[in-house]
């Protein structure tokens, strides 16, 4: 579901802007979109969300671009899903 900027999330620049910078003054340090995307592409990978699904979101053509840059997996969700082996 996209609005007419073609954003599944609904959020003007501006709002976003003002977010980050009100973000940054309470924890104080600056914090880049990158870092967020990469965790936002992390958890929905450890939440088991369709690849298709953080494709769209992440605006991305395919999954590798996704995975390349943003989706890693965290120590803590490696050694669970080892268990699941067991």
Known sequence: IKNANNKVFKISDR???NSFNELETLCGFRIQ???LRTT???RCT???ISDNLIIKWM???SFN???KYYSK???KFEKD???LLK
């Open 81 to 83: 899903q080892s268990k």
């Open 59 to 61: 605006g991305h053509s």
């Open 46 to 48: 450890e939440s088991n």
């Open 40 to 42: 936002f592409a992390t």
């Open 15 to 17: 709002q976003l802007k």
């Open 73 to 75: 997996t965290t120590e």
């Open 65 to 67: 671009t996704t995975k």
């Open 33 to 35: 979109l990158k870092d």
